[in-house]
């Protein structure tokens, strides 16, 4: 093949095959940013957290102080906390795949083997993890050294946040 016939068009040159996959082929999902991440977490934190917060408080035990306040149940309260945001999540987690902070940032939590939205268990993990790895603070600068931007938590429950949206 000569270069003059190549370049008049007369003859079409050979594509070299690459070895290995491309960056398109390697990488099936486009996964959220860290900043997408905390903006979706302080979104979920006014949407879901804050309003069951009042509930338990308010409704539950009948505000902050006097008899039967949350001063006096502190443990019982965060308990009652704790499992109803757990709950709410998790039936996000399951239904949707997205809580109301990841939707509006067109994010996703999804199984890394299937690709789909989390099973219960899977769900259930995540949210245990997370509250740990938040309350450690170490699990979410793991994030800053990988590429696919998985936290400890998405890591040890077999999740990822991705970006539903090009």
């Excluded at 949350?70 to 709410?88: D, S």
């Amino acid at each position: 093949m000569r270069w003059r016939d190549v370049k008049q068009n007369k003859i079409t040159p050979k594509k070299e095959k690459k070895k290995g996959k491309s960056k398109e082929e390697t990488q099936k999902y486009k996964y959220a940013t860290i900043g997408e991440r905390i903006k979706a977490f302080i979104t979920d934190s006014f949407l879901l957290a804050m309003p069951i917060f009042y509930l338990v408080i308010y409704l539950v035990f009948d505000g902050l102080k006097g008899d039967g306040g949350v001063g006096e149940h502190k443990l019982m309260a965060w308990t009652y906390i704790f499992l109803l945001l757990g709950g709410v999540v998790t039936a996000f987690y399951v239904k949707t795949g997205q809580t109301p902070g990841l939707k509006a940032y067109d994010l996703m939590i999804i199984d890394n083997q299937s690709g789909e939205k989390p099973n219960a268990i899977s769900a259930i993990l995540r949210f245990l993890f997370f509250n740990f790895v938040l309350i450690s603070f170490f699990g979410l600068f793991v994030t800053i050294f990988r590429k696919d931007k998985r936290s400890l938590h998405d890591l040890l429950s077999g999740t990822s946040v991705i970006k539903t949206s090009s």
